[in-house]
């Protein structure tokens, strides 16, 4: 049996089986490990499948918008429907406070690349026809984002990775590392060792547990949030909304319809739900409700199939951990993505493998200071 590997990946979610494809189609030999019985089995199942660029940070553009090209060309490159479609993304401003934020952000984001642009109430009333005019100063619109099904993607990468010759190792867990000489020489699980060249932290919500292994500690602590689906019903949405005003209780919270006519939504607690309790809540859906009817009145009358929750495996800035861990020569993460791995995890696979093989080019480097586990962690993502 196979022992030795180019990379051994810790955690089969949106990060780490992205990152097994690329290995494996660059004729590396990589090792996915996770305790879990299947790929996406952690927060990944959990996301909505909104996939966006539109943040306010140069990294997290880049690294999006190359997701958005794969996840767009993903049917004809590898033949499976991950039910793609690029609906956008929409931030309406109800106040002249927001108005005036995401209009200077906007700014910023056209300077980074960003396709975005302002609407005023009856260009946004178009493209979603059911929005409360009342108080509406206009809208940003990113028409290039969109939203997948999480499952159909992680189930038809982890697919591709094994046609390339990745390996999955399900239902075990790492419980150590054996180092010598400021490298892991070995990856411990409850059932066998094997011999990493790198090795990769991605373990979402477990990454700060997997890194101590290593002695290195990294500021990587999950919160709660919640979500919820509706029947399918006609379409009648354009882009996925996002509401930034903040209430009693949640800090924004958004939804959009996705291209089998469910009606996806989330909330971001306020104050955050620390921890990793996954068991749902009665209080989240009347307090989503209430927000998603004042925003679209027309919701009204839909039917929710149910609810959920998960968890981010949150940084303080806001910003993922990728890169190189100074104190072991072959440790690498890819952690912290605030819950955004579903749309991050293609576009930073690519990233991940330059980095680890040395095969960057100055413009990655660029893109990776976002990312640096080295940095001071006082910048703030806007769009969290």
Not at 207 to 232: F, N, Q, T, W
Not at 254 to 274: A, E, M, R, W
């Amino acid at each position: 049996m196979k022992k030795n590997y180019d990379l051994i990946v810790i955690g089969s979610g949106s990060v780490g089986v992205p990152v097994a494809l690329e290995f494996a189609k660059m004729g590396q030999s990589v090792l996915v490990i996770d305790s879990l019985p299947s790929p996406g089995q952690g927060q990944d199942k959990k996301a909505i499948g909104g996939i966006r660029a539109t943040h306010s940070d140069k990294g997290k553009i880049a690294v999006s918008q190359r997701s958005i090209e794969i996840f767009s060309h993903w049917k004809e490159t590898y033949g499976h429907d991950i039910q793609w479609q690029s609906n956008g993304y929409s931030y309406p401003a109800y106040t002249e406070e927001d108005e005036t934020l995401l209009k200077d952000l906007m700014k910023i984001q056209q300077s980074d690349g960003l396709n975005i642009h302002w609407l005023s109430p009856e260009e946004y009333r178009e493209i979603n026809p059911g929005i409360n005019m009342q108080g509406l100063r206009g809208s940003t619109y990113s028409p290039e984002d969109g939203s997948a099904s999480p499952l159909l993607f992680i189930n038809s990468c982890q697919f591709k990775a094994v046609d390339y010759g990745a390996e999955f190792k399900f239902n075990e867990k790492v419980i150590g590392f054996q180092i010598e000489n400021k490298k892991i020489t070995s990856v411990k699980t409850n059932r066998d060792t094997y011999h990493p060249v790198s090795v990769l932290n991605a373990a979402g919500v477990y990454a700060k547990e997997v890194s101590l292994m290593a002695g290195i500690d990294i500021p990587v602590d999950p919160d709660s949030h919640e979500a919820g689906i509706s029947e399918p019903v006609k379409p009648f949405m354009g882009p996925m909304v996002v509401d930034i005003r903040k209430e009693p209780g949640s800090k924004n919270f958004y939804f959009y319809q996705n291209s089998i006519g469910h009606v996806v939504f989330c909330l971001t607690p306020d104050p955050p739900i620390l921890g990793i309790n996954s068991r749902a809540t009665s209080t989240f859906l009347p307090m989503i409700s209430r927000r998603m009817v004042k925003v679209m009145p027309m919701l009204a009358n839909l039917k929710v199939r149910r609810t959920w929750r998960g968890q981010y495996p949150n940084t303080p800035d806001g910003f993922p951990i990728v890169g190189k861990m100074r104190e072991l020569d072959n440790f690498y993460q890819a952690v912290g993505m605030c819950g955004q791995g579903f749309m991050l995890g293609p576009g930073l696979s690519e990233l991940v493998y330059k980095l680890i093989t040395e095969s960057y080019t100055p413009n990655d480097l660029e893109v990776s200071k976002s990312f640096d586990p080295y940095r001071d962690f006082k910048g703030k993502e806007i769009f969290n």
